[in-house]
């Protein structure tokens, strides 16, 4: 049986970890597919081993215009996207459209808040998240929970207990935690001599920011004290950029069917892979089944020497 649980996969994240995760790989017309061959074995394996019955993976669209409004150096110290994976982004998406999954965009809105917006409408289903993102812990609760891919290519728990044990705060903490660390991927600076440890135990304390700043008279480190209250304006700031602002595309999403997967199209699948080249997928795509999806059509596998492949099939997922 189909898992009912929902399963939202950080799409880009993915993506850029299949990416680095194969050595470049193209077809014989040079145009690139690790990527695309990447993605393509997390997701066999997951449709294998979870068997996931309802999801979408969600995207990043435009610029995120709110946070950019609060900071117009939001994001700015991150590398433009590779030319070899921007090339390879229409292929994603038939992918991941042809094995059935819906895809999940709102234009000017990051893929953490419409993640949040899917959490807040389905507060009664079971969730998971696939992300490696620590933002996205303030969203777990006992219906929500995050995998988190490893570099081994595993996916690890992160529940409430795995949040307290990493960051030693609880999930609805983790705002108020990073108000204070800042956040280096996204360009937001914390407050500077505090780290993660001098922050939890602040949050801890104090319980979160605005009763931190409200309190700070009482903190009994001197410097630590005026560094919290010369930082008043930046701590407000980052509240305002890490906290996640729940959203969806439109009313549709706030269907549960709207999840649901559908079944795989091989005659795209075998498309894809037939242009890029990627024969070892094709074979696989024979081993793949979805329980109680009825397949679009029969396909037939590719002959090609497994030992020409090996270099390309590591266990992503």
């Known amino acids: 049986m189909p898992s009912e649980e929902i399963f939202l996969v950080d799409a880009y994240a993915q993506i850029y970890r299949g990416f680095y995760a194969i050595p470049p790989l193209s077809n014989s017309k040079g145009i690139p597919s690790n990527a695309v061959f990447g993605l393509s074995k997390f997701l066999f394996r997951m449709m294998r081993d979870i068997k996931p019955g309802f999801g979408a993976f969600v995207f990043d669209k435009g610029a995120p215009a709110a946070r950019l409004d609060l900071a117009p150096d939001y994001k700015a110290n991150r590398a433009p996207m590779p030319d070899e ?46 992300s490696p993102d620590k933002d996205l812990s303030q969203l777990v609760n006992n219906q929500v929970r995050i995998l988190v891919p490893d570099t081994k290519g595993e996916l690890k728990e992160r529940g409430e207990k795995e949040i307290l044990e990493k960051f030693e705060v609880l999930p609805c903490q983790i705002v108020s935690y990073l108000a204070l660390t800042g956040d280096s991927s996204d360009n937001i600076p914390g407050i500077q001599g505090v780290g993660p440890k001098t922050a939890s135990a602040l949050i801890r304390e104090y319980g979160d920011i605005e009763n931190l700043i409200n309190s700070a008279d009482s903190i009994k480190n001197d410097k630590l004290r005026e560094k919290i209250k010369n930082g008043v304006e930046l701590l407000r700031k980052n509240i305002k950029l890490v906290s996640l602002y729940p959203a969806l595309p439109d009313d549709s999403w706030k269907s549960r069917d709207k999840f649901k997967l559908s079944a795989p199209d091989f005659n795209e699948l075998t498309a894809i892979f037939t242009e890029l080249e990627l024969k070892s997928l094709m074979n696989e795509l024979s081993k793949l089944s979805v329980p109680e999806l009825p397949v679009q059509t029969e396909i037939k596998t590719a002959n090609t020497n497994p030992k020409a492949q090996e270099l390309y099939t590591p266990d992503l997922f």
Do not use: H
């Open 85 to 130: 994976m921007r090339t390879q982004i229409p292929y994603v998406r038939r992918l991941i459209s042809a094995l059935g999954w819906p895809l999940c965009e709102l234009e000017g809105y990051e893929a953490d808040d419409l993640l949040a917006g899917v959490t807040q409408n389905y507060k009664t289903d079971k969730v998971c998240i696939i």
